[in-house]
């Protein structure tokens, strides 16, 4: 496994689950400097991902790009897969897409989790569902050509009232025609949804491609009260190797939040 850190350039979204919050270059050093594998981009849109430059940052760095965020369309714009308007949700898919293209372009995947939107407004469930499930074949099958996944994300159920449970994402996945989805599995949330966050894990099995390395109340692991071996064990068993990347509050500020993240990945992973 990998350790990743989490980068925010939407203004907007001040006092969110970021860490770093100055810059491509600022992030990068820093992370770089504490010996982290990774940056996780949390874009204002899909110019803000210029594949050329930010390539060369990530090499002069000796980093990769763990995935990019796709939330800013929600932040920004109100745009949800599952709106009651069909120009919104097409002008959804289009956000999305425009960044899957350049997140690919770096070797990353996007993550769908705000813009998954939620069953409101006169729109059921069913609907609802059926909404996303051909947001997310559209929008996989744009990743796949790019060889890349694409990652969806449960949310609590005070963000979302689709799916709130890895497990029940799992399965609902499985029974649709999207081989090329995987599930976002992040620990803050799972601390709210889930009974035992190992069992979850296990439950989701291969499905699972990227994980929110958070503690039970955002901040970094170790801030909270997660107990991390059973998850690192439970990801090991279900073959897992990608990133665990905090997308956590910068608590008591960035620099504490990100050494206390890569003190914590260190210990949970044997990483030296």
């Not at 763990?66 to 002008?91: F, Q, S």
Request: net charge negative; with cysteine; glycine share 10%.
């Amino acid at each position: 496994m990998r350790a990743a850190i989490t980068v925010s350039l939407v203004p907007e979204a001040r006092g969110g689950p970021f860490v770093f919050w100055d810059g491509l270059e600022d992030a990068c050093s820093r992370a770089a400097a504490l010996g982290f594998d990774a940056i996780e981009i949390f874009p204002p849109d899909a110019a803000a991902v210029d594949v050329e430059p930010i390539g060369a940052l990530m090499a002069r760095h000796s980093l990769r790009v763990a995935a990019v965020g796709t939330g800013g369309g929600w932040v920004r714009h109100k745009l949800t897969l599952t709106h009651a308007d069909a120009a919104i949700r097409r002008d959804a898919r289009a956000f999305i897409g425009a960044i899957i293209a350049r997140a690919g372009a770096l070797g990353a995947p996007a993550i769908i989790g705000s813009m998954q939107g939620r069953s409101e407004n006169g729109v059921t469930r069913e609907q609802a569902l059926t909404w996303l499930a051909e947001g997310l074949a559209d929008l996989g099958s744009q990743a796949a050509r790019l060889g890349v996944p694409l990652l969806y994300e449960p949310l609590n159920r005070y963000e979302t009232n689709l799916f709130n449970r890895i497990g029940d994402t799992a399965r609902w996945l499985d029974a649709q025609p999207l081989p090329n989805v995987r599930l976002l599995a992040d620990l803050f949330h799972m601390n709210i949804e889930e009974a035992d966050l190992a069992a979850a894990l296990r439950e989701a099995g291969a499905r699972v491609g990227h994980v929110h390395f958070a503690d039970s109340n955002r901040r970094a692991i170790g801030f909270g009260h997660t107990a991390v071996p059973p998850v690192i064990a439970a990801l090991r068993e279900i073959g897992y190797q990608g990133y665990l990347s905090a997308e956590i509050l910068p608590f008591p500020d960035a620099a504490a939040a990100a050494a206390q993240t890569i003190a914590a990945f260190r210990t949970a992973t044997g990483r030296s």
